[in-house]
């Protein structure tokens, strides 16, 4: 095992993404007709230096390969300057310029809101022993936002490891609903039959709150597939606050991690935690003690931790890091999908009053923005097919698991670690968590 993960951790050293994510990534034209490969290149400096002027549409970097998105015309540029590339199209999701054509309603196999609310409240019915359901705050059109606890004994709060999962932020980014409501499913569906799902439902609390824009959601499906915020009415007559850039931490910390423009896609809000859907999270983070979180978006594929203000590592780097390689490598296990990861001001873009930075900056957990399939907007977008939710959902089950097994694993270092905070807050050292941010 150590021997396996030494060497893929040295592989995977070579990781650093220059894709786009949807933290950033604003609209696009239609896909193009014309057939497209992601193709891999060598990455020496030579062929670096002569793939720069190119201009061809590079994915990301891996174990010292540069991923390409390449047409025919991209392939005869490469073939005229005698760079040979392998191809890698089946190591992602089926590339398609086709719309995708749902079935069976307006969205499909994807959930609406009510469709949500109806299945969490029957995944309660059916498990009443090791399911609760809570609404843990109101959005702005009053639809509540909810969180299910998954754990033995669910009515007690029990001295175990709680996990946080979270799912859309986004309005548009419907498939990261999908991945943790399946993840309640599982570990609800299999609890009487599968032992490595007893343990961790017994051990620890798992919270689920698959839905945290629910309004932006019900928007998304009913008017504008491509919205992105919450339904603020905003100053200037503008709609919507992005909520990934509405938590305390380092809010408005600069105008390129966020907008201070009511009308961009990016826009932070009036103040940190305007929103009731951030304070939703807010408050529940707060009243339990999370070991861990993953929150979902789509898409391009990678795992993402904090610091998204900074470049500047954060003192946890090495935790986060080995952590995400074994989520990646266990995702990858599944159907073959590559999974990037690394710090997320390093690996995409800039970002300030993220969901992870918050959770991170003022609790110290390891905190994972997972950006879910496809790799590229080529290879749908947003727009995940229906028949890519099951497989989707299956490449993240065995990260999830793991996340949870490792919070259980270091539960009593992390009581430990939690009794010392609080000693150093009581005595005035240390700084006492956001609650009080506002
Ligand atoms: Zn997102």
Redesign the pocket.
Same mark, same amino acid.
Do not use: A, L, V
């Given at each position: 095992m150590s021997a396996v993960k030494r060497s893929a951790k040295k592989r995977l050293l070579a990781l650093a993404i220059i894709g786009v @994510?949807? %933290?950033l990534l604003l609209f696009s034209a239609a896909a193009p007709a014309e057939k497209k490969d992601i193709v891999s290149v060598e990455k020496t400096p030579r062929l670096a230096a002569r793939l720069q002027p190119l201009g061809l549409d590079l994915l990301f970097e891996w174990d010292n390969k540069v991923y390409i998105l390449a047409g025919p015309r991209d392939l005869r540029t490469l073939d005229r300057n005698h760079i040979p590339y392998l191809m890698e199209s089946n190591k992602f999701p089926a590339l398609t310029s086709s719309p995708v054509l749902l079935q069976g309603g307006i969205n499909g196999d994807y959930h609406s809101y009510l469709e949500l609310e109806a299945d969490l409240q029957d995944l309660e019915r059916a498990h009443p022993e090791i399911a609760r359901l809570y609404t843990i705050g109101m959005s702005l059109e009053n639809r509540k936002i909810y969180a299910l606890k998954i754990s033995d004994n669910v009515a007690l709060d029990e001295e175990e490891a709680e996990v946080l999962f979270l799912g859309c932020? /986004?309005a548009r !980014?419907w498939i @990261?609903v999908e991945v943790p409501f399946l993840l309640a499913k599982h570990l609800l569906e299999n609890y009487a039959s599968d032992a490595a799902v007893r343990r961790a439902v017994d051990q620890s609390e798992v919270w689920i709150a698959p839905l945290i824009n629910p309004d932006g959601l019900e928007y998304s499906i009913r008017f504008y597939r491509y919205w %992105?915020k919450n339904r603020r009415l905003n100053v200037d007559g503008s709609f919507g606050v992005d909520l990934?850039r509405n938590y305390g931490y380092n809010w408005a910390y600069d105008n390129e991690g966020s907008s201070p423009e009511p009308a961009a896609e990016v826009y932070r809000g009036s103040a940190p935690f305007s929103e009731p859907e951030t304070r939703a999270v807010r408050d529940l983070f707060l009243e339990r003690e999370f070991q861990a979180l993953v929150t979902y /978006? @789509?898409y391009s594929q990678v795992i993402l931790y904090p610091w998204g203000y900074t470049p500047t590592p954060t003192d946890k780097e090495a935790l986060h890091w080995s952590l995400a390689a074994d989520m990646s490598m266990l995702m990858e296990a599944v159907n073959g999908r590559l999974y990037g990861f690394g710090p997320s001001a390093q690996s995409s873009y800039l970002t300030n009053g993220d969901t992870t930075d918050w959770a991170f900056g003022v609790a110290g957990i390891p905190a994972y923005?997972i !950006?879910l399939p496809p790799v590229d907007q080529l290879g749908g977008g947003f727009f995940n097919a229906e028949r890519d939710i099951t497989p989707v959902f299956n490449e993240n089950l065995p990260a999830a698991l793991y996340l949870i097994n490792w919070s259980i694993v270091n539960f009593g270092a992390f009581q430990a670690q939690e009794r010392e905070a609080r000693t150093d807050r009581l005595n005035g050292r240390g700084k006492v968590p956001g609650r009080h941010q506002n």
């Open positions: @994510s949807c %933290r932020h /986004h !980014e @990261s %992105r990934n /978006h @789509s923005t !950006e």
